[in-house]
Structures are given as structure tokens and as C-alpha cells.
């Protein structure tokens, strides 16, 4: 039996348009932090503070994004974020104090709650429904090859003309993006006949895979906000392009390897083991403050996150309405936003009162919870 294809042309335009999204995101990862401890005097918890700002406003307008995104369409939404993200990075020119760079920060958050879900719904409207986990896995791609490519032209434009190259680089990126969302058709499913429903802001078949998500990507939220000042400063390296490369290529290769995964094993039994891969790699940076701990929690680190995401975002999709799915999206998406607000200000107050060390094994400690209740709904689900 021939299986239906994945990557039809509307599927690859809603990929490459996001694929520019992310890589415009990634430019800034390694240095927004470091702009904020270097030019504008912030400490570790400023710096925290910073990084999640941007998450805090995605996690209260994920939901929204997603009911609009139902309502709307899938293409306004990833255009309009685009270019609303280009016109932020630009404005980061004029950030002179910390106050300023949260602001823009809050902004961004908005750009990515549009662009996020409404890419995240387009995919998942376009794959076929028994290869829908490999189809989303694939497309998840896209965001890690924004971490492994962005920093790498961030560092580049920082080494070619400082943060105003990083801004102005990140913008033009984001304008891509607009661009090549412009082309891609709407995908939004018809009203489905019966009664209209009214808007859900959160959808139920998005809170507990949400919630088991954000213990999973917690962690990721302070690497990326804390690992960059820590290579610069305790561990003596010129930057951190080396890290930020060797965890989105151990995402991609790993996706690529096992995109069949989350249809053949199941979502939960595959998060749960992806939970346990992140809370070793978070807790071999905290036990061996080295570069070959950071190195090999990196690796590990990067496995795990490979395939919570999409395992559990094929669960979300499966539980939804086809008309709902933006919703269900957006309720889990904003897990996501909740892990990366608050797990970097969490992870930089450990940091700021402690040691970076200490950050990491709190993160740890975190995995392990979303593994438990992993487990506890393992054996819910299963039959008396």
C-alpha cells in the first residue's frame, strides 16, 4: 500500500517560511543575553528576565493566536508575524537600557505566538492522518535548524559589524519569511456542520501533553539564556557557536533518523524516554563543570529534546477537532512560552544566587517531574 506523500508543495512552502522565521529567532539566541550583560550592566537574573520576557507575552497570546488562526486563517497570521518580528529587531537599535531590550522582547513574544501556531495548525491540516507524527517531526526541523544556522550568522554579523549587524540581519530574515508565506494557501478546515461552538481559549486536548512539555523544554529555556555568558566567562571560550551547533545538529539528525518514531512507539513511551535523555544531559553539566560536561550534557540535552515536541504535539492534534486544532495548538504551544519565561528567570535566580552548575541540576530535577507524571498517565491510560 502507497502511503500518502508529506511533502507536497504546501507543506514544503509552510516549511521554508518558517525555516526563515526560525533562523531569523536564532540569529539573536547566543547574544541577547550577552547584550544584556556586556552593553547594558544586566546580572544573571536580568539577563533571565530578558530571555523569558519574550515568552511570557507568547504564552498569554499563544491561545488567542490559535482561536484566530481557527477563525482567520493560517496565512495572515504567519505573514503578519513575520514582518511584526522584523520591525522589533529593527527597533532593537534604540534598546539603551534593560527596560527597553524586555519591551522589545515582550514584542517579539507577540510575532512568535502568531507565526508558531499558525505554521504548527498549516502542517498539521496538510499531513495525511497515519503519518501525521512523521509529518510534524519533519516540520519541527525547521526550528532547529534556526538554533543550529541562526547563532552562527549572529556570531558572524557580531564578529562583521557588532549587535546593530545581529538586529539588522535578523530583521531581513523575518522579511523573508513574509515573504515566502505569501504563497502558501490557506489551509484552515471547514466549520464542521452542527451548532457553532463557542471559542475556546484553552483547548483540554492541549493542557496535559502542555504540561508534560514544559518540564521537557524548561531546561532548553535556560541553556540558551545561561550557557552563552558561562562559556564567555567561568569557562574561558571566545563564544558559544560551538554548543548552539552541536545541539540543534543533534536535534536535526535525530529527528531524521526517527521520524517515523512517534507513529510507530507511541507518543507518551516516546517523550517519557526523551524526558530522561534531557534530565541526564541537564544533570552531567551540573556534576562536571567542564567544556567536555558542557559538551556531552549538550549531546544529551539535544536527544531528548528532539522528539518531546513533536511526540507530544502528534497527541495534541490526535485528541482536537480538525476545526480545532489551532486551538489545541495554542493551549499547547503555550507551555512552551511558559517554560521558556519562566524557566530562565527560575534558572537565573539559581544562577545569580548560586552557581550556573546549580541552574542546570534544578533543570534537571524538573525533567524528572515531567517524567513522573508521564508515568502516573502511562498507567491511567491503561486498561483495568
Known amino acids: 500500500m502507497i502511503k500518502p506523500p508529506i511533502l507536497t508543495r504546501p507543506f514544503l512552502l509552510v516549511s521554508l517560511a518558517s525555516l526563515a522565521y526560525f533562523v531569523a529567532d536564532g540569529t539573536s539566541f547566543a547574544l541577547v543575553s550577552r547584550f544584556a550583560i556586556g552593553s547594558l550592566g544586566a546580572d544573571a537574573l536580568a539577563a ?6 519574550f515568552s511570557l507575552s507568547a504564552l498569554v497570546l499563544r491561545p488567542l493566536a490559535g482561536s484566530l488562526a481557527d477563525r482567520r486563517g493560517r496565512r495572515p497570521l504567519m505573514v503578519g508575524g513575520s514582518l511584526l518580528f522584523g520591525f522589533v529587531m529593527l527597533a532593537h537599535l534604540l534598546a539603551t537600557s534593560v527596560a527597553i ?3 522589545l522582547r515582550l514584542l517579539l513574544g507577540v510575532a ?3 507565526v508558531f501556531v499558525a505554521a504548527f495548525a498549516a502542517e498539521a491540516d496538510l499531513a495525511p492522518a497515519e503519518r501525521r507524527g512523521e509529518a510534524l517531526t519533519l516540520f519541527s526541523l525547521s526550528l ?3 538554533v543550529a544556522v541562526g547563532p552562527l550568522i549572529g556570531e558572524a554579523a557580531f564578529d562583521a559589524g557588532g549587535f546593530p549587524a545581529v538586529w539588522i540581519a535578523s530583521a531581513v530574515l523575518a522579511g523573508v519569511a513574509a515573504l515566502t508565506a505569501l504563497p502558501v494557501p490557506e489551509t484552515r478546515p471547514p466549520e464542521e456542520p452542527g ?3 463557542p471559542g475556546r481559549l484553552l483547548h483540554p486536548a492541549g493542557m496535559l501533553p502542555g504540561l508534560i512539555l514544559m518540564t521537557g523544554v524548561w531546561g532548553m529555556g535556560g541553556y540558551f539564556t545561561l ?3 558561562y562559556v564567555v566567562g567561568p569557562l574561558g571560550l571566545d563564544g558559544a557557536r560551538i554548543f548552539l551547533l552541536i545541539f540543534g545538529g543533534t536535534v536535526i539528525l535525530a529527528r531524521l533518523a526517527g521520524a517515523r518514531l512517534p507513529d510507530r512507539i507511541g507518543a507518551r513511551r516516546l517523550s517519557g524516554g526523551a524526558l530522561l535523555l534531557t534530565a541526564a544531559g541537564l544533570a552531567l553539566m551540573g556534576v562536571l563543570p567542564t567544556v567536555s560536561g558542557l559538551l556531552g550534557g549538550t549531546l544529551l540535552l539535544g536527544l531528548g529534546v528532539a522528539f518531546t515536541t513533536p511526540a507530544l504535539a502528534s497527541l495534541t492534534v490526535s485528541r482536537a477537532p480538525a476545526n480545532e486544532r489551532g486551538a489545541a495548538l495554542g493551549t499547547f504551544s503555550a507551555f512552551i512560552d511558559l517554560a521558556f519565561g519562566v ?12 552557581t550556573t552548575p546549580m541552574a542546570f541540576l534544578s533543570a534537571a530535577a524538573v525533567a524528572l517531574i515531567g517524567a513522573a507524571i508521564l508515568w502516573r498517565w502511562l498507567e491511567d491510560a491503561k486498561p483495568a
Request: no cysteine; aromatic share 10%.
Open 48 to 53: 533571565g528576565l530578558v530571555f523569558g520576557a
Open 101 to 103: 531590550l524586555v519591551a
Open 112 to 114: 512568535e505566538a502568531l
Open 144 to 146: 532547529y535548524l534556526g
Open 195 to 197: 451548532p457553532a461552538q
Open 227 to 229: 550557557m552563552p555568558p
Open 343 to 354: 524557566g530562565p528567570i527560575a534558572m537565573g535566580a539559581v544562577a545569580a544566587w548560586s
